[in-house]
């Protein structure tokens, strides 16, 4: 499949954002407020409440006194609100992604990348959905959230004092919690809207000024995403479990969303070259992007596993007590999904990408990638809802609308940026490389 490196390629390319497509996916969106809105009435009619009490004794007293805001005066509107924080929380990284791929193949000056650039160049483009959602969400939901935003918590006069909570109050406080949120998405979109245009640029005018500029932003945004991506998997996730911490946790949730959105690229691009577009792309192309999933998957394993063995084997409680929530907590609701992360996002990949020539066959790179990303959604899920509804998660009609409602408005999101511009960098000075690209 794919252009040989011998066969003369044609780069100008058009995207068209077809009317069926957009038809499609205003149906998927409408389908997941559809579910949405069903879920949340089957929630308010008393939903989760039996297997809230059911699971409030075997959560013991360390998970309750963690997670105060999951198991006591639970409302069903907390589990609406924890999925709208999980899939923002998810897409976000999958976006970010996009520019991390592009900063570093411009640091290290590849050329490989560059017939198919567009595509993760496209990803940062859906930031402002989240964010935006985010921003609402920490200031009038905060401590639906988060038990450290809970009112008095800090206070040594108030009944709800925790004094482990108030000696993390110089980071973790409601002002400046909200300034690292716009600085987070604010930094990452201004830098990624500089690349872009520059991008955008370079395709009309040539020469190498735009590429040059352009590898100065993308170390930039590096230097800034080594700080940021750290803190902001701090604020977004580990702060849920307040009382709990892992100083491997900013590596485990990079790791996290950089194998799932090298899956989402790689899914992207496969799916274009099935209908038509990016002939440039070849099979040593997919090899490299396989070899990608399949590297970064192991590398997550490998940080995924060393923070639970470190922990396993210290077996301090208050360490502890963040996998015994998700192993018999809360009547055991969690088991399921902490196992079916490690299966979909290490065993399958690594079995179904071993050998070379799956690296290079559309179809079982199809199924690699789809099995990362069902398989970090539910690394997100393991690590957000405990913390947020305790025994009252679940997978139903909200879960899957969210999912399908945000899906489909990251695709909207990356098709409306792929035909603002040829879909291959015409004047990419190492575009030649790119399209000679090829693997013995």
């Known amino acids: 499949m794919g252009a040989h490196h011998h066969e003369v390629v044609s780069v100008e390319e058009q995207f068209e954002f077809t009317a069926e497509s957009k038809r499609n996916l205003l ?5 997941g407020i559809a579910l949405v809105l069903l879920g949340s009435y089957l929630l308010s009619q008393g939903g989760g ?8 004794a075997a959560a013991g007293h360390g998970a309750e006194h963690a997670h105060d805001h999951g198991d006591h005066g639970y409302h069903w509107t907390q589990r609406i609100i924890a999925n709208l924080w999980l899939n923002s929380v998810y897409f976000a990284g999958i976006s970010i ?10 640091l290290a000056q590849a050329g490989w990348s560059a017939a198919f650039k567009r595509i993760p160049e496209a990803m940062p483009a859906f930031l402002p959905v989240p964010a935006i ?32 909570i ?31 245009n520059l991008s955008l640029q370079e395709d009309e005018i040539g020469g190498t000024d735009n590429y040059e500029k352009s590898i100065k932003y993308g170390t930039a945004f590096l230097v800034v995403f080594a700080v940021t991506s750290s803190t902001s998997a701090w604020d977004f996730v580990m702060s849920i479990d307040t009382h709990w911490f892992s100083t491997m946790f900013g590596w485990y949730t990079l790791a996290s969303w950089h194998v799932a959105g090298l899956a989402t690229m790689t899914l992207a691009i496969v799916t274009l070259k099935e209908k038509g577009y990016l ?32 922990i396993y084997y210290a077996n301090l409680p208050e360490e502890a007590i963040y996998y015994r929530e ?13 196992f079916i992360n490690v299966l979909l996002n290490f065993v399958a990949p690594f079995l179904v990408l071993m050998t070379r020539d799956s690296k290079r066959t559309p179809v079982i790179l199809k199924i690699a990638c789809w099995s990362i990303l069902v398989g970090h959604y539910f690394d997100f899920y393991t690590n957000i809802m405990p913390g947020t509804v305790g025994a009252n998660a679940g997978f139903g009609a909200v879960e899957f609308g ?39």
Not at 99 to 105: A, E, K, P, V
Not at 326 to 338: D, T, V
């Open 27 to 31: 149906i998927g969106m409408g389908a």
């Open 49 to 56: 409440h039996d297997a809230h009490e059911a699971a409030h």
């Open 97 to 106: 992604i996009g520019m991390f791929f592009i900063s570093y193949n411009y």
């Open 133 to 164: 959602i985010m921003i609402v969400l920490a200031v009038f939901f905060g401590d639906k959230i988060y038990h450290w935003m809970h009112e008095g918590i800090m206070d040594p006069a108030s009944a709800n004092y925790d004094a482990i």
């Open 166 to 196: 108030a000696g993390k109050k110089g980071f973790l406080n409601k002002p400046f919690y909200l300034i690292r949120l716009v600085l987070y998405f604010g930094l990452w979109y201004i830098l990624w809207r500089v690349i872009r």
């Open 279 to 310: 002939k440039a792309v070849n099979e040593s192309h997919l090899h490299d992007l396989g070899k990608f999933c399949f590297a970064f998957s192991i590398f997550w394993t490998y940080v995924w596993f060393a923070q639970f063995l470190l």
């Open 326 to 338: 998700r192993f018999s907590g809360y009547g055991g609701i969690y088991k399921a999904p902490f």
């Open 402 to 440: 969210f999912v399908l409602l945000f899906a489909c408005a990251f695709i909207w999101s990356i098709s409306s940026q792929l035909t603002k511009a040829n879909l291959i960098p015409r004047n990419h000075p190492m575009l030649e490389e790119s399209l000679h690209h090829d693997i013995a």
